[in-house]
């Protein structure tokens, strides 16, 4: 058991909500590095206070993708860490670095998968006719939002949602499922195989990866 790294570019809420489970000993397992892209990234302020081990790779000071995702590879490498975390991450991934890490990289994406693949889920679910809106954990792949899924949290929407209770209940959803997942996988109760995810039958997701939530 190396430990887990997670890749911020934002606010860090699931990064926080991930550090918490860990040391209240809901995950078996330890955050021994957080990377942030960008520089005012509040996910690192956030690293700071939890006393984690943080650093940022600016992109911005990289001249290509392939020269940052490499200095990227190679400072994670060092960890060889057990699971590798996207938590509001906002670059796009080459494919070298997703397949170097083929099987220990997983995101959180806030709409259900296959639907609203990338930016500005929030406002497309808003402009839709949609009776649910949600989140996706998934493996992460060369192809952006596509890997193979690992568990889903639905929300049933009321007429007209608010948007800022949409995003809030979107939230709480992402809080409580991301670290469940986190902690199987540790747990080797979620394993990921040629490209599929499989669940051992004590994992509570064996019977149903999809886990319905009320609005608040
Ligand atoms: C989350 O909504 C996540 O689904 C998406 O980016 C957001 C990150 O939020 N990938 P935070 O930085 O963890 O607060």
Known sequence: MTGIVVLVSGNGSN???IAEACYKNQINSNIINVISNNPDAFGIVRAKRLNIPHICIDH?????RDDFDLSLMRHIEQFDPDLIILAGF?????KTFTRCF?????NIHPSILPKYPGLNTHEKVLLSDDKHHGVTIHYVNEVVDAGAI???GILKL??????RKMIDNIH????DLYPKVVS?????KIKYKNENVKFTKDSIFYENNVVNYEWK
């Open 102 to 106: 083929n099987g220990k990289l997983i």
């Open 90 to 94: 906002m670059r796009i991934l080459t």
């Open 184 to 188: 199987e996988i540790i747990d080797h």
């Open 60 to 64: 911005k000071e990289f001249s290509t």
């Open 15 to 17: 990064l926080e909500a």
């Open 158 to 163: 009321p007429d007209s949602p608010d948007e």
């Open 172 to 175: 709480r959803i992402e809080h």
């Open 150 to 152: 690992i568990a889903q």
